[in-house]
């Protein structure tokens, strides 16, 4: 049975308020910007965010008042520096007060491992003398290691390249900490340019991210990542990061954007018809050689 | 000589830390310069490490905003998950690591977390990203920062990246951590320098166009000065070819850069 279904119905079905979500798990690029987008129109609260470092997609969800807890190693953006909306949110609790659980990016993929592994924590030698450990409470210190608590994503939101009906997803490039995100959670949402045949995905099953028992909804996104890069698909789109981080200087700004950029449009589709795709396009393609699964 | 700017002068400074053949965490912003810089001058067999899950020998072909923009893809030696870069830097092999900061204290310990209580902020600063564990797992590091009385503080409130923790001798040792430590703090008006095996930073050179009197008065403890005390070299024609060829736009070395 087909798990192809809209952004609109997955954020429904499968990210109810309060839930734990993993985004932005390769970093800057492939970031499920199109899902976290129609989580605020669809006034998701409540919602635990986890990732490495977000690059603005966690700053608008806090701004739009849906997020109760950050658990992360860096939450800004990218090229232009702080998050204003995490600041309002921590400074001032506005639009309302915000829990942060502070990790650095090594430990951070060690809680999910852990979560993946269905173990209570993993031992590491990052963050001895740090102060990190000491304002969060899944981070502590003992025999000489920090050990960290797992931490597992009720689901994670991942954007890919392409993807087979039954959630095969292949993606490339550097993957971050979408693989551990991924197993770790309970289940997955996958959003890609391109919506394949299984004969594609299966070509190549080394590069299927996850088991498709994990993975419930398929949504075909062109463009669900921008404005954060797709290898061989779209650059990022550095001029999109530079406007958010002035508009979203001031609360009011910052509620502009959101109008302008989430809650007047319905959909991705929409959202595409406003930027200027030919600029990011990437028009020089270089595919890699095919692998060999013969076998007789 | 032509003109440049401070950021100019700190990617040259930068990429003189970089050794041929070392295995660098580069980071994001002036290291991703720096390490470009290097590669094509004094270090032509250094690699680049990125916490995204990226190897690389030859720097990017193109400009690259983050660490993680196609380009930077292309033609990677290794294209793999973060835990997988980590290894490598738990396992001792990492020569060199770049941190940004927003505050660094006289040990070298780096704050990007929060200014005033974590409770209560006054300031919420983005936090580590992949800075704490360079900080405390790579052989040697060095961080950028602009120099500013608020930025170069006696104490940080809070320690994300430990250099050498409270200054005693052995401090990272006893406190298990792995990697050596500081080596420089590079400013927009001079380089500081941590002595061999660590403890507090001094003075080894301020920029051509400032004094000691200058760093000091902008320092905001009060800062040795080496023994051996110099002008830093100014970056040279071919460092800043390589810089503006990689920064074309002067995105990073004459917009705000930092």
Redesign the interface.
Known sequence: MTKVMSMAQAVEQFVPDGATVAMGT????LIPFAAGHEMIRQQRRDLELVG??S?SLFDQLIGAGCVRRVT?????N??E???HC??RA??HGMPRPLE?R??????I??AL?AAAWSVPSLP?????????PS?NPDLSTAD??VHVKAVRPDVAVVHVQRADEQGRAHA?????????AGLAADRVIVSCEDLVDADVTLSDPNRILFPETKVVAVVHEPGGAHP??V??HF??D?AV?RDYAEESRSLEGFEGWLRQWVLELPDRASYMKRVDVEAIR?EHH?PSVPADFGYE | MSSYTPQELMVAVASREIRDGDLVFVG?RLPILAYAVARNAHAPTARGL?????MRDQPASAFL??????PN??G?LW?????NA?ALM?QGQVDLGFIGGAEVDRFGNLNT?YVGD?RK?????????????I???SRRWVTLMSHERRRLVDRVS?????GY?DGTPG??KR????GGGPVAIITTLGVLRFPEGGGEAYLQSAHPGHDVDEVRGNTGWDLKVGDDISETSAPTESELTAIRRFDPDG?WTRGKG?
């Open positions: 390769a970093l800057e690029a490495p470092i690059d992360a190693a860096w939450l800004g990218v090229s520096g702080l998050g995490y600041r921590c400074e942060v502070d990790h650095s990016n090594f430990s993929a060690l491992w590491t030698r990052t963050l001895l003398g740090s102060d990190i304002t000489g290691l490339w490039g550097p993957l971050g900490i979408t693989e551990e954060s890069p290898q061989g650059k990022r550095h990061y990437i270089r | 994001m990125f916490e995204v899950g990226l905003g983050t660490m993680g923009d196609p893809v292309t990677a294209a793999t998950r973060m835990s980590m738990a977390s974590p902020p006054i300031v919420k600063l983005p936090g580590s990203g992949g800075g704490a564990d900080a405390i797992l809070f320690v994300t990246s430990p923790g401090w990272r406190n298990g951590l792995l995105f930092h």
